[in-house]
């Protein structure tokens, strides 16, 4: 029997999972050209601040949502010029990249929120019941009763998956992250394509902190991205580089931190922190298990040097 | 008039020199060879026709107008392909995703129309392909043709064939030449880059010949033969020939049984390789590169696993024994074909590299620790004896010159005392002063009763410091020769020859 | 002008760091303070006042040792990412020793005690160690998911077990007063840990040089496949570098158990371990240079209360800062003076050392 406690927490689910899911779909888009980015939780963070910022001075959530991708795209674009153009080891890159969004953000937020390390409440996304959909027994309630960026990620993932695909973008990001040479022989740039493809990453990513702000606790705080960008690194590597399969996983996750939400405020007998380290936990058994089978791209993490014989 | 025109292509690498006044002349429709060893710069050549490098000076013509080939698109544009040696193919994608691959075209894959097209294709060429086969489960010759296919469809006129029959075994280089022969009868000019006699011979019009950046010989194939263009291939200034004082071989050091391997990329590299080495005997091994004597060489020093067969050093199995054990206790040394990725540490210093293998023993440590007095000491020995140029020890290796980088590897390898010394490619890229104190070291150790396994493709050192010569072509030994009957010739022969004799003549 | 340029290319560090500044100067300019006011209350509240000068060697300690639980997996070719939770994993089996091991006399209880710490982190460093050694899965990604799975297992200790009864929140029992760590320098926080560190930074670095492991491991870091032609087991240098240097990392946690805090707390990191790695790069794998920029950075984070108190300017920017350095420092590992820039693209293959291990 099925309970409004029960709804909740899908209801909590899907929602804790969405900013995974963001940054799931941009970590597969700049893998699958051939670039780690381990810069997703940077990318999340600086969305999100961007997103405050953005609704706070203009009052309202779509400038947010502007600012938010503006400020994931500097992010973006400091990881593409650190890995793709000067080469730098991309897991060094990554986490210097990281490390500065923290420290930039925590800083920022001090001067641009006058109230102390956390923001004033920021004008957000409100709810949006579809109608007639959402009068749908169960469904209706948990998917759409939801808001603007929630129902745009209903659409990107399948977008998604039909990009990379179907097309032939998704092609050559395919081929990119598989055998860069035989793409550059093809006569295209794997210079370019790599390029725009990490500010793109961390573009879709960042949606993940717009959501997390605009839509969810409406307000910014220092380091709010708490490991986000981790998890989703862990679910796409579990859904092997594939939207669909990256959503399952991430939902999944979600779905583990609602419990262990529940737990916090109710059941002694099963410590909370299990349902935390859940989702760690069973990625580093997913990468022991499948180490031969789950393959990154083939490319990832090698620079690109035209040459050779 | 011809049809693609090179004039005057010089291209160097930092202080190197790739191609020097490079010219060649393809007629429209013929097979063209590009003949050469590894290192005379027919890749190199290709790829600037293909747009990878640009050259430095030199003019490109097709067709009577000017070839300007700024990247590998602005070459498709022009209408020139390229079968690369090394495919590419991306592994998990299938046929038709793999030729469509880089072609304009809106954002949605038309799979549909291009399989269509794509199996027209075939039918006129003659290939059977499933277009959603995924290359991976593909064989080598398949997917050969997958590359091929890359080209054909992009209305390519001129196709440039690098090494193509490299990776073919025997039965499939027939087809492979065949169908070649109804390319041309659809009007297209190839360029053939190899290093195969044989195929040359079988299907090609002309011939150039490359050595070392330059051109050394242009000519029609009916108007010469084998032996000439092979004489072409293989002559080189020549180092003075070390020192010979007689001697005859004692007790057997190395013994090879029914020795077989395979490659990195899971290719059987060598098929059932007999053959022995005496205490004071210089065994050479001469054939072209690629032909599985790197796999031997690692074999016999430990970094390779064969598949099956036995390495007996003076009577011990040494299968069990790992580098290090095969170092010690077997006493083999090895003088790898790659100097700066695994023969030296380039960012070590000079006294570093010389106790390299030899780290965990006396007298460069003792009980963990490093004594560096005696390293530095040892190391100022070789350096005075063997003649390595250098500023200082301290000095980090990668500033030698390869000549005298070379020499610090081989003063590593005979200080040790091997009893079984396993040399590959040593003189790659040396000056003759270099190769000359190199192969006076290989007599020395000859002289003093150590086996001596040489392995190379410049004929001539091999001719010069071997007692016996055997010869590897495909992963086999496909003859040995005593010293006295071995001429340029007969070794040329068994070096295209794919049959194993196992015979010595 | 050669040897001009090689000694510029040979400071880079200092450049990027003091790039760093310049910039942060600018942040500091845009919150309406003087930038110059405020550096010269940072550096006088880190270095030149007592208290600050104390409180600067106490954050110098973990922060070195996980400088130094980076720098040696990262001679061998692995990244570490991973010491946060080998530190809070290592804190644990110290504390877990402190607490519950039967009498015994202090000396003895108070080694085992940082040797549990060691083991802690040695043992959670083996796993990743081994799954690269072994299965040839990324370090970066084990170490990092085992950063959150250790501060969780930490946290449910210390929230659960291990928890002071009564307490408002979670931490442990406090360690028996003959376990704490002795004080250096009278009424000042200054404790014995730091003496530790030091030993253990000058002993590595003389591993490193003088040793045949050094010798080994700098060799498979810079050229595995030379490594193996050399006789050396890849997988049993990866491995044993990994153990090393969790195991720095886990006495780093002892020490902030048994040196700073007495107890152990629920999140008593305030991310020394990833304060290591820029510790790591300022330093050029150098062992030694590790304590230097292990003393900078931890100078930073005193001074910067100082700062505050002085002069008005909010702590944060101390965190912008340290980003900003990492950010240069991770750029001017890009910077190579000897090799042209076609080559350095060319020798950045998945291997760090290949980048900063020019730096001896």
């Not at chain 1, 953005?54 to 779509?62: D, E, L, M």
């Not at chain 2, 009007?187 to 040359?200: C, P």
């Not at chain 2, 590897?409 to 009893?419: G, L």
């Amino acid at each position: 029997m099925i309970d409004a406690s029960h709804l909740d927490i899908l209801d909590t689910g899907l929602r804790l999972a969405v900013p995974l899911i963001f940054a799931a779909l941009g970590g597969i888009w700049c893998e699958r050209a051939g670039v780690f980015n381990i810069a997703l939780e940077g990318s999340i963070l600086g969305g999100a601040f961007g997103a405050a910022l953005g609704a706070i001075i203009w009052q309202s959530p779509w400038a947010g949502l502007l600012v938010g991708l503006g400020s994931a795209a500097l992010v973006g674009v400091l990881l593409a010029l650190m890995t793709v153009h000067l080469a730098i080891n991309q897991m060094v890159a990554g986490i210097a990249a990281n490390m500065f969004v923290l420290g930039l953000t925590s800083f920022l937020a001090r001067i641009a929120f006058a109230g102390g390390s956390a923001s004033a409440t920021v004008p957000g996304f409100s709810k949006l019941a579809i109608p007639g959909l959402s009068s749908l027994p169960l469904v209706g309630e948990i998917f759409f009763k939801q808001d603007v960026l929630l129902y745009a990620l209903y659409l990107m993932v399948p977008l998604a998956w039909w990009l990379l695909f179907k097309t032939t973008w998704g092609l050559n990001l395919r081929a990119t992250g598989e055998y860069p040479r035989a793409v550059d022989s093809a006569g295209l740039s794997v210079y370019r394509i790599r390029f725009l493809s990490v500010i793109g990453s961390c573009m879709v990513a960042g949606l993940g902190g717009c959501y997390l702000v605009l839509s969810q606790v409406f307000l910014f705080t220092e380091h709010m991205s708490a490991g986000k960008g981790f998890i989703a690194l862990a679910a796409l590597i579990l859904g092997r580089w594939n939207p669909i399969g990256a959503v399952a996983a991430c939902l999944l996750f979600g779905l583990s931190d609602a419990l262990q939400l529940r737990m916090q405020f109710g059941n002694p007998d099963v410590p909370y922190q299990f349902f935390v380290v859940l989702p760690y936990v069973a990625s580093i058994v997913a990468l022991v298990v499948f180490a031969g089978k789950i393959k990154p791209p083939a490319a990832t993490g090698q620079h690109y040097q035209r040459g050779g014989k | 008039m011809s049809y693609l025109q090179l004039d005057g292509i010089i291209k160097r690498f930092g202080s190197f020199t790739a191609l020097d006044e490079v010219s060649l002349s393809v007629q429209q429709g013929s097979i063209h060879a590009l003949l050469g060893e590894n290192g005379a710069g027919k890749t190199t050549l290709m790829n600037i026709l293909y747009g990878f490098y640009q050259a430095d000076h030199g003019s490109l013509q097709l067709a009577g107008k000017p070839l300007n080939v700024a990247s590998p698109r602005q070459a498709l544009d022009a209408g020139v392909g390229m079968i690369h040696q090394h495919f590419m193919l991306v592994d998990n994608l299938s046929v038709l995703e793999n030729v469509i691959l880089g072609l304009p075209g809106g954002l949605r894959l038309k799979l549909a129309e291009h399989r269509r097209r794509l199996l027209e294709l075939c039918e006129r060429v003659e290939f059977t392909i499933d277009p959603d086969a995924v290359i991976a489960h593909l064989p080598i010759g398949t997917r050969q043709q997958v590359e091929i296919l890359k080209a054909l469809y992009r209305d390519v006129d001129l196709l440039i064939l690098d090494e193509p029959s490299s990776v073919l075994g025997p039965g499939e280089i027939d087809a492979f030449l065949r169908m070649l022969n109804r390319l041309k009868a659809m009007g297209k000019t190839m360029l053939f880059i190899t290093h195969k006699l044989d195929e040359v011979f079988q299907v090609c019009d002309r011939v150039t010949v490359m050595r070392q950046g330059r051109v050394v010989g242009n000519v029609e194939i009916g108007d010469t033969t084998p032996a000439k263009v092979s004489r072409l291939m293989v002559g080189r200034e020549l180092a003075p020939p070390p020192q010979r004082v007689g001697n005859a071989p004692g007790r057997q050091v190395l013994q090879l049984e029914r020795l077989s391997a395979l490659n990195d990329r899971g290719i059987q590299a060598l098929h059932q390789v007999s053959l022995e080495i005496r205490a004071g005997e210089v065994l050479g091994i001469a054939g072209v590169d690629g032909n599985g004597q790197a796999e031997l060489a690692e074999c016999i020093a430990g970094l390779r696993a064969p598949s099956s067969g036995d390495i007996r050093v003076c009577n011990e199995s040494v299968l069990e024994h790992d580098v290090a054990t095969r170092r010690t206790r077997n006493k083999i040394g090895y003088v790898p074909e790659d100097r700066h990725s695994t023969g030296l540490i380039l960012d070590f210093s000079l006294w570093e590299n010389a106790m390299l293998r030899d780290s965990r023993r006396a007298p460069f440590s003792i009980r963990g620790l490093l004594r560096r007095a005696a390293a530095f000491a040892r190391t100022e020995d070789w350096c005075a004896r063997y003649d390595v140029r250098m500023h200082s020890i301290q000095q980090k290796i990668r500033f030698l010159s390869g000549g005298n980088q070379q020499k610090l590897i081989f003063a590593r390898e005979v200080e040790c005392n091997p009893d079984l010394l396993v040399v590959m490619q040593p003189c790659k890229g040396l000056d003759v002063g270099a190769i000359e104190a190199l192969q006076r070291t290989v007599m020395e150790q000859r002289a003093k009763g150590k086996a001596v396994l040489y392995i190379s493709t410049e004929l001539d050192e091999v001719l010069a410091v071997s007692d016996r010569i055997g010869v590897m072509c495909a992963g086999h030994l496909t003859g040995v020769l005593e010293r006295a009957n071995a001429n340029a010739e007969r070794i040329a022969l068994l070096m295209t020859s794919t049959v194993a004799t196992g015979a010595s003549l | 002008m050669n040897t001009l340029l090689r000694a510029v290319y040979g400071l880079r560090m200092l450049w990027a760091v003091l790039a760093a500044f310049l910039v942060g100067s600018g942040l500091i300019l845009a919150t309406g303070h003087n930038p110059l006011r405020a550096y010269a209350a940072l550096f006088e509240g880190a270095f030149f006042d007592y208290y600050g000068l104390a409180d600067t060697l106490v954050k110098m300690c973990p922060m070195l040792l996980a400088g130094l639980a980076v720098i040696i997996p990262m001679r061998c070719g692995l990244f570490n990412v991973g010491a946060e939770g080998q530190i809070y994993i290592g804190a644990l089996a110290s504390a877990a020793v402190a607490l519950y091991l039967p009498e015994i006399h202090w000396l003895p209880h108070l080694l085992l005690c940082l040797v549990a710490g060691m083991l802690g982190g040695g043992l959670w460093a083996l796993v990743p160690g081994y799954l690269r050694a072994c299965r040839g899965i990324n370090e970066v990604i084990v170490t990092l998911l085992m950063n959150y799975v250790g501060i969780n297992v930490v946290s449910y200790f210390v929230s659960g077990p291990m928890m002071q009864p009564g307490a408002p929140y979670p931490y442990s029992p406090e360690i028996p007063a003959g376990l704490q760590l002795p004080l250096l320098l009278g009424d000042a926080d200054t404790h014995a840990g730091v003496l530790i560190a030091l030993a253990l930074c000058l002993v590595l670095f003389l591993v490193l040089r003088y040793t045949t492991l050094g010798f080994s491991m700098n060799a498979v870091g810079k050229n595995p496949q030379a490594a193996r032609y050399a006789g050396m087991s890849i997988k049993r240098h990866l491995m044993l570098s990994m153990v090393v240097g969790g195991s720095v990392a886990g006495l780093a946690g002892a020490i902030e158990v048994l040196g700073v805090k007495y107890r152990l707390y629920h999140l008593f990191s305030p991310g020394y371990g990833y304060d290591g790695i820029v510790v790591a790069f300022m330093s050029g794998l150098n062992p030694l240079l590790a304590s230097v920029s292990a003393f900078f950075l931890a100078g930073l984070s005193t001074g910067a209360q100082f700062m505050q108190r002085e002069i008005g300017l909010d702590v944060t920017v101390i965190d912008a800062l340290r980003g900003l350095i990492v950010i240069f420092v991770a750029a001017g590992l890009a910077w190579k003076y000897v090799v042209p820039p076609k080559a350095v693209r060319q020798a950045a293959r998945a291997n760090p050392t290949a980048l900063t291990g020019e730096l001896r």
